[in-house]
């Protein structure tokens, strides 16, 4: 296992470029037995190094390991706990500036978020994802997200959704854009949503009426 920084900051980019890649080579040639201690190892050294920080935080989420912990440190809410919950809970939605997988030029962190989600089907990380506030190009990488999310199993994302305008107005966005784009004179996701009004969850359900609603009205706004 490589010791300096430059070459600890070199293994955690392969590392974790191979994750967002390909995540069954990731799990394959890196197994938690050989990599997860030197891992936690390497992420307090590095809390100055935000990027490979992380990096380091995501991959230990990703295998299982101090899960909230390390998503907190993936999102940036680490840095500025009670700063950034209150912006989480605005109306407006979050820009999670703090974290550098926003802030990179490429977006990353819809896609690591998806991720992780996809992992351990834990609905705090589903959260982070729908609360993103993002737009123009940068709002791609989170409609795509929540998309292949909502095609895979929309009742999870209802689930998540409820209680929350903004996460159901985000939620509205996406869906107009994609069935209006597929099928403009059949909107195929409010057919999805009668079908899941009748859910035995209340939460999916009574989220399910007021998108199908909304669907139907003007806009909300994004």
Not at 176 to 205: C, F, K, M, Q, W
């Amino acid at each position: 296992m490589p010791t300096g920084a430059g070459a600890v900051r070199e293994q955690v980019d392969r590392a974790f470029d191979t994750l967002l890649s390909n995540p069954p080579l990731f799990e394959r040639i890196y197994p938690r037995a050989r990599y997860v201690p030197t891992w936690s190892q390497w992420l307090p050294a590095s809390r100055s190094d935000r990027t490979t920080y992380e990096r380091l935080a995501l991959m230990l989420a990703y295998s299982g390991i101090d899960s909230t912990r390390n998503v907190d440190i993936v999102v940036g809410r680490d840095i500025r706990p009670k700063d950034w919950e209150e912006a989480r809970l605005a109306q407006d939605g979050l820009g999670i500036h703090d974290s550098k997988l926003f802030r990179d030029g490429m977006n990353l962190l819809p896609q690591a978020l998806l991720l992780l989600y996809s992992k351990s089907g834990e609905e705090r990380t589903l959260g982070f994802l729908l609360d993103l506030h993002t737009d123009g190009h940068m709002a791609e990488g989170q409609d795509e997200a929540v998309e292949q999310l909502w095609n895979a199993d929309p009742a999870p994302v209802l689930r998540c959704a409820s209680g929350s305008v903004r996460r159901q107005n985000r939620l509205v966005s996406i869906l107009r854009a994609t069935d209006y784009r597929n099928r403009p004179e059949i909107p195929g996701a409010v057919r999805t949503l009668g079908v899941l009004s009748r859910h035995a969850d209340p939460r999916v359900s009574q989220t399910a009426r007021r998108l199908a609603a909304s669907l139907n009205g003007p806009p909300p706004r994004r």
